[in-house]
């Protein structure tokens, strides 16, 4: 059981502030629009405890993320959760995430995403629900880089998903 | 005759722009003046002036002065029913110039009491759902009845003081006012529930391992004098829960009464050790005293588990003392398993000691104790030789929190004793920064209820300090690492942060309570400014010599902002206002590039642009002494065979080295054959040194560092012209990363895309 994980929802007041190495909820998800390729690379980083958590209240208790007992079917889990919770409109439509793959930065979990064939970039719309279910204060920053532009999001519970147009 | 050369040269070609400008704005309505904007304006309007108490120099000044509070208390935890009660007696000592009508004495247990303020600040939204279990706690169960029973308020006479709560503090009204140099003794005695820390994620209280022993780490248990100081009278803003203490200096008598089979280390020096220990444990503490490579174990886990099974009704009280400390806690439980070690302070010696249970190992018999050991040592080198008689680290579930000479850190195996990476580093890296806390604040007494980043920050910047210096003495603790995996330091690492939504962001002088993103705000960015001013902006020589002398003269002291800020300048002499002002005071973030590249070759034939200006201004070629002509490669008076023209081939320049430099001197003279304009943009706001590194076609490179001043009299572009012997095939500023740029894509010419981590890391999984 992780008791504190549960009572995060209980605290309206986290004092996550006591703690030096813990914890702010926050995950950063950068998107950049590569138009030679027609790519929309995804890069999204997670805290790997809270992903853990995520994981192992949904599917499996013993899912256990970057150590020896990681087994492949845990990477399928960080990878539907993962879709589950990031999608993403181009141009008002909703458009297929390919998951290349994850790997391990410290005590973060990277993954790494791709969304094909974008030959124009009109509009992105992102939802990014990931952990909000675990904890009311997680953040989902997005940063999106076009040839011509920067934009952020920052996405919490109140707002999922946010639109970002380019003219 | 040379007077009238160097006139004419700036007439033709620096004025010529100038005076045309003059004649257009003439003619149109005059611009309004506006109020100094620059970046490197001093910070005279937001420092207050030096006075008496703090000096310009960023010191303690002559008149400066700091309250006493000394406490004798009686202490007993009640286990069965996880109640903690005290009677304390506080003699508190005005050495202010001011009469006091009054004390303010905090009571931060309040936070959690039934009618706290600190949720109703919170703003609260409807959950998509909720676990039934949380359902049932929120809107169902009854609260917890946490907060002080304060029973009884009393002079020293044992006659009773009138007392007002107002939430977390509690004013006393004495009978008189209490003149400068006067003492007040009163004595309070109170009771309180402790809350499980782990489901309140609170800073002290109890957790429940899997036998039904309770571990308890207790903070913040009794009540507490607030600060007087100079520049905020009583420090009397409230314990909403996030903002940390303001704690007065004093001296402590506790004595602390727990059930008999308790193991318990607290703040101070124990006094009736010989009481207390066996035989057999006197023998170990004496061991540990000399062991100065490995912890030896006081408590064994093998006694630990043993003393798990029973739950003994018997009392025994251990007696500590403590002297110039901040604050007490102490940590208790039947559970513990203890070891120590030494380490090498000044001419002396003090010790490391750990208390954890047997869910810790294996990881902490391993560590934990090196960790304390290794953090005295780096902060030590840092500031000043560790004061105190020990250090100790307890192991809290999911908690670290500090105070003096005790901490509480997390970082646990799973049960099935597997520990990953981030486990082991967590451990290790909470560890060095709870320690890290005896020097700042606990030392270098900070306010941290006004500027958490005052202790966070210089405590997390000098943790990185102490965490490379933690995998050089163990490189088998971090394999196969080569260095230790900081979080928090180097500049990149901040980059994602400053680069986020501006309405998401707050200075490091904001009020911790009022920023959006905590552990980045008062921690990361704070303790990567200074990593950057120490590696960058200032050197390490200059940097740690300012940042010794800081600590020093504020050791036992209580500081400001400004008394740090002053103080590194004041022992460096590097002005850093603007760095002060730009990374402290703005949400401002770096991004500097090469913007444009022009290539020049010599000749001494007049060009289109020169001649211009001469005829615009009068002048006849004539008129000119000898010049030297650059000409841009994409202009029209650039001629191929200007290309492979030599020094010596330019006639102006050949005549006067022929009248000027003695022959014997010619063979040292530079043969610079190509020239550059490189024109440098900042679409950031900070201001910082242009790192540029030179390329050559040789294979060779250079690098050349230009000041963070360069920009201030150009905000956005400035340019340099760079004569060289050597082909130039790349420029690239910050080419090692160190200034937290947030767009490197401007930062090298020609323009050149990196592979970038998405492709990198996609063209590794195809090759797997």
């Known amino acids: 059981m992780k008791y504190f994980r549960i009572s995060l929802l209980l605290l309206i007041f986290p004092l996550i502030s006591a703690t030096s190495a813990h914890k702010f909820y926050v995950s950063i998800t950068k998107i950049e629009y590569v138009k030679e390729k027609k790519s929309l690379q995804i890069i999204t980083k997670i805290f790997t405890d809270d992903i853990e958590d995520a994981l192992q209240q949904r599917y499996d208790p013993s899912i256990s993320l970057d150590t020896k007992k990681e087994t492949e079917t845990a990477d399928e889990y960080v990878q539907k959760y993962i879709l589950q919770k990031l999608n993403i409109k181009v141009n008002g439509k909703p458009v297929q995430l390919n998951y290349i793959g994850k790997e391990y930065d410290v005590d973060m979990l990277v993954a790494y995403i791709e969304v094909a064939n974008i030959t124009d970039l009109k509009s992105l719309e992102v939802e990014n629900k990931i952990l909000m279910e675990m904890f009311p204060e997680q953040q989902n ?20 998903n946010g639109v970002l147009k380019f003219n | 005759m040379r007077l009238f050369n160097s006139f004419l040269l700036t007439a033709l070609f620096l004025l010529a722009g100038a005076v045309s400008a003059q004649d257009e704005t003439d003619s149109q309505k005059r611009e309004p003046g506006h109020y100094n904007t620059n970046r ?33 208390m009686d202490i007993e935890l009640d286990d069965k029913n996880k109640k903690l009660s005290g009677f304390e007696t506080i003699t508190y000592t005005n050495n202010s110039p001011d009469v006091l009508e009054y004390l303010w004495v905090q009571l931060d247990q309040n936070k959690r009491a039934k009618d706290s303020k600190s949720p109703l600040i919170e703003p609260s939204d409807a959950l998509p759902g909720d676990m ?104 009397n803003s409230q314990f909403w829960g996030r903002d940390e203490f303001a704690l007065p200096f004093g001296n402590f008598e506790v004595n602390i009464t727990v059930p008999a089979d308790h193991i318990l280390d607290a703040t101070g020096e124990l006094q009736n050790r010989k009481e207390i220990f066996t ?53 208790t439980s039947r559970r513990y398993i203890w070891d120590m070690m030494a380490v090498k302070m000044g001419s002396g010696s003090v010790i490391a000691v750990s208390l954890y249970p047997p869910e810790s190992n294996p990881l902490w018999e391993d560590w934990s104790t090196r960790a304390v050991a290794s953090t005295l040592k780096t902060y030590s080198r840092m500031t000043f030789d560790y004061p105190y008689s020990k250090a100790i680290s307890v192991s809290a579930k999911n908690q670290g929190m500090e105070y003096p000479m005790i901490c509480w850190n997390y970082g646990r195996p799973d049960k099935d004793g597997t520990i990953s990476d981030r486990t082991k580093y967590g451990m290790i890296s909470v560890i060095i920064h709870e320690v890290g806390h005896n020097y700042f604040p606990m030392i270098v007494n900070s306010d941290e209820r006004q500027w958490t980043w005052m202790d966070e920050g210089l405590n997390t910047f000098t943790q990185y300090v102490a965490e490379q210096d933690f995998g050089e003495e163990y490189p088998e603790a971090i394999a196969p690492n080569k260095k230790y995996p900081s979080r928090r330091g180097p500049a990149k690492n901040i980059v994602d942060y400053m ?81 002060w002002r730009e990374w402290f005071y703005t949400t401002d973030y770096v991004d500097i590039g090469v913007k444009e590249v022009k290539k020049f070759y010599v000749t001494s034939k007049i060009n289109t ?24 490669e994409d202009s029209e008076d650039f001629e191929e065979s200007m290309r492979n023209v030599k020094i010596e081939d330019v006639k102006t320049l050949k005549e006067y080295i022929a009248d000027n430099i003695p022959v014997e001197e010619r063979a040292n003279l530079k043969n610079p054959s190509y020239f550059y304009e490189i024109t440098f943009e900042k679409p950031g706001g900070i201001p910082m040194p242009i790192i540029l590194q030179l390329s050559y076609a040789d294979g060779t490179s250079e ?26 095939t790349k420029i690239e500023v910050d080419p090692d990363e160190e200034t937290a ?28």
């Open chain 2, 132 to 235: 039934a279990g949380n359902f049932v706690k929120n809107y169902m169960g009854t609260p917890f009845e946490g907060g002080f029973n304060i029973l009884e308020v009393k002079d020293a006479k044992g006659n009773p003081l009138k007392h007002i709560i107002n939430q977390t503090m509690m004013r006393i009204d004495m009978p008189k006012k209490l003149s400068p140099g006067e003492k007040f003794v009163f004595s309070i005695k109170w009771w309180y529930n402790i809350n499980d820390h782990v489901v309140d994620r609170a800073r002290s209280g109890y957790e429940t391992f899997e036998d039904g022993n309770r571990g308890y780490v207790i903070a913040q248990f009794y009540p507490r004098m607030a600060v007087y100081n100079d520049v905020e009278g009583w420090q």
């Open chain 2, 279 to 331: 035989k057999e444990m006197m023998n170990r503490y004496e061991a540990a005293q000399k062991s100065y490579d490995k912890p030896v174990v006081i408590v064994t886990q093998a006694e630990a588990e043993a003393a798990s099974k029973g739950f003994s009704t018997a009392k025994r009280t251990w007696k500590f003392k403590a002297e110039n400390v901040r604050d007490y806690a102490f940590a």
């Open chain 2, 741 to 768: 740029d947030i767009d490197t894509s401007n930062n090298t010419w020609p323009k050149r895309k990196k592979l970038g981590a998405f492709d990198q890391f996609k063209n590794k999984t195809k090759t797997d």
């Open chain 2, 609 to 632: 642009e020169a001649r211009q200006m001469m005829e615009a201004n009068g002048i006849k070629e004539s008129d000119l002494p000898p010049l030297v002509y650059f000409v841009r």
């Open chain 2, 499 to 579: 680069a986020g939504d501006q309405s998401q962001l707050a200075p490091i002088m904001t009020k911790g309570l009022n920023t959006y993103n905590f552990g980045a705000n008062a921690y990361a960015k704070p303790a990567t400014a200074l990593n950057i001013l120490r590696e960058t902006i200032m050197g390490r020589e200059l940097f740690d010599f300012a940042f010794k002398t800081y600590a020093n003269r504020w050791m036992f002291k209580h500081p400001t902002p400004e008394d740090f800020f002053r103080t590194m300048e004041d022992a460096s002499a590097v002005d850093l206002d603007w760095y």
């Open chain 1, 141 to 160: 920053i997005i940063h999106l880089k076009t040839p011509n532009s920067r934009k952020s999001l920052m996405l919490d519970k109140d707002e999922p």
């Open chain 2, 703 to 728: 690098k050349i560092t230009y000041p963070a001043e360069i920009w201030r009299k150009n905000d956005a572009s400035v340019g340099k012209f760079i004569a060289s012997e050597k082909e130039i």
């Open chain 2, 40 to 72: 490197f304006k001093q910070l005279y309007e937001e420092f207050s002036t030096p006075n008496m108490f703090r000096t310009a120099s960023g010191a303690p000044g002559p008149s400066y002065y700091q309250q006493q509070a000394d406490y004798v």
